[in-house]
């Protein structure tokens, strides 16, 4: 399904009962709403789930240029105001989770609980030079050349080496990520930051984290350590992408969290 907000068209999929209390699920770079399947097939007996393509990403519209997280921000705020959404939990991983913060500072009212997943919430100069190499890589080579690197950062080792069928469906989502989206959502990557404002996120809050996604735990920590009443979860074995690498107790995690609103 599609529908216009904030100037372009996005690709979103609804699913649940009607009257259930709504879930919103904002997608990582060079992905798409799919990337959520095992997710909402388990909260939709109890929730309306919305999946939505980020701008740039799937099928939604892709427009040139550089994009900016105040830019995904209002694009998932629109989104909501087009489809008549007062208010929705929210779960976004990497990019989608550093919507979701951004969201959960700058427009609490519209949310109930948030779950940010696998997300740093800032950018620094080291990681901002990577998203700008990769930017050149994208618009010189296609993305298809980013294909193997990204798996390689994504996921661990020894699930790389298992090869489980889900990696050649994220092979495929790179691969078919429009060059304008990914180099739109990269440059919002290379330069965000709403990690210093986490503390003053009021709605109720989950982290959850791969093990093995780098530096993330560590990050992810802090800032649940510095929001009171937050929760953090740590997925063993699990690399960037937990909900992936680790479905059940990722969606076990999400699902008694947001169950708990009741």
Known sequence: MQIKANGITFNYRVEGPHGAPWVMMSNSLATELTMWDDQAAALRDKFQVLRYDQRGHGETEAPAGRYSFDLLID??????????IPRAHFVGLSMGGVTGMGLAQRHPERLDRVVICDAPCASTPATAAQWEERIVIAQQHGMEALVEPTVGRWFPPSVVAANPPYLARVRDMIRTTPVNGFVGCAAALADHDVRSGAGSVVRPLLFVVGEKD???PGIMRQMHEALSGSQFVQLPE????????QPEMFTRSVRDFLMAAA
């Open 214 to 216: 780098g530096t993330t």
């Open 75 to 84: 694009d998932a705020r629109a989104l909501m105001d087009a489809l008549s």
């Open 238 to 245: 699990a690399g960037h992408i937990s909900n992936l690498d």
